[in-house]
């Protein structure tokens, strides 16, 4: 072989070299913004479950309420109410 065909031989698998760490950058960068944008979407999941869950909590401690009361007014009223004892919140 003679340096010219060396030469370009270099050359050639420089520039496919050079094309391929291109395209895996390209890959690199793409997958990196995807990873990013289901990180925001997760997270504003996250916190819409939250949200959605302190709701219901509050749901439930307002209802919890209101049943205290309806059991206070059977007492009250010479009524047995079923059941004769209040359950303990298990689920806190």
Do not use: F
């Not at 219901?56 to 401690?61: A, D, F, I, T, W």
């Not at 209101?66 to 010479?78: C, H, P, T, V």
Request: glycine share 6%; proline share 3%.
């Amino acid at each position: 072989m003679d340096a010219g065909v060396i030469t370009a031989i270099v050359a050639g698998l420089s520039a496919a070299g050079a094309g391929a760490w291109k395209l895996i950058d390209r890959a690199d960068k793409k997958r990196e913004r995807r990873e990013v944008a289901v990180e925001e979407l997760l997270k504003a999941q996250y916190a819409k479950a939250e949200a959605e869950l302190a709701r219901v909590k509050r749901y439930c401690s307002q209802i919890k309420s209101a049943a205290g009361k309806w059991r206070e007014q059977l007492i009250s009223n010479d009524i047995d109410p079923i059941p004769a004892e209040w359950p303990e919140d298990t689920h806190e």
